[in-house]
């Protein structure tokens, strides 16, 4: 039997807002780094206000950090449990259950295998939830390849900007160029959560209509009592 995944979609829903409102935070402090940067080049800054500047971005980035873990966290809760009620409607998919939470963390098969268990989970949670009715419509999920060529960039162009951002002797120059890839890459992910907010909306309304779909088979299923 399946089991229920609405409240899993409200917790990661209020997740994401939560990690939306930190990242406009970010880019709020970015942004007046940037323009203390600008003036350092000028050689217009007190030590007073680099040490401001930097304990802020320290405060901010350790949030970040804190939420991108909750977010991971209940993401993947989430999209295990989809993936867990297909298994239980006996689908044949391509992975097991486990691997909507592995994938995520195995070298090159998380540059794949995610996207293809959530193309699985929007496809057939709408098959099943339709079967049988003469006016079937499955929506396309052009919105799932936006999703995950967002998230392929945004974790690529992380990974570079993590590694420039830890190189010793950086000019001016050098920190407002990552100052501005900071702000891009936070700017992508503003886009990137209304896209993940919309694709688990859309999810847990397929998910509600296959939950009233078994619903009405049970019913029908039942013995009428003769009496």
């Known amino acids: 039997m399946i089991r229920d995944n609405s409240q899993r979609a409200k917790n990661i829903i209020t997740v994401f807002w939560v990690f939306f409102g930190l990242t406009i935070i ?36 350790i949030a970040q ?14 999209f295990r449990r ?6 239980a ?3 044949y998919l391509r992975y097991t259950e486990g691997w909507a939470a592995g994938a995520w963390f195995v070298p090159f098969m ?6 293809k268990i959530m193309k699985e989970i929007w496809d057939n949670t709408q098959i099943r939830a339709q079967q049988g009715s003469e006016d079937t419509e499955i929506q396309p999920s052009t919105i799932l390849g936006v999703w995950w ?15 420039m951002a830890f190189r010793g002797d950086q000019s001016i120059s050098d920190l407002i160029s990552l100052n501005t890839t900071s702000i891009v890459l936070d ?18 309304v397929f998910e509600e209509q296959l939950k009233q779909k078994l619903v009405i ?3 029908a299923s039942e013995p009428v009592p003769v009496g």
Request: net charge neutral; charged share 15%; hydrophobic share 50%.
């Open 26 to 61: 970010s880019i709020g402090s970015s942004v007046l780094e940037r323009n203390l940067l600008l003036r350092a080049a000028g050689g217009n800054i007190t030590i007073d206000e680099a040490n401001s500047n930097d304990l802020r971005q320290k405060v901010v980035g």
């Open 89 to 91: 409607l006996n689908f």
């Open 149 to 163: 060529f967002l998230w392929i960039v945004t974790n690529i162009a992380g990974n570079i900007y993590s590694r």
């Open 187 to 204: 700017i992508v992910d503003l886009v990137n959560v209304f896209v993940v907010i919309t694709i688990i909306k859309k999810v847990n």
């Open 217 to 219: 088979e049970n019913i």
């Open 110 to 115: 998380n540059l794949h295998a995610p996207f």
């Open 82 to 87: 989809a993936y867990f009620n297909l298994h």
């Open 65 to 78: 950090l804190g939420i991108h873990i909750i977010t991971i966290t209940y993401f993947i809760m989430w």
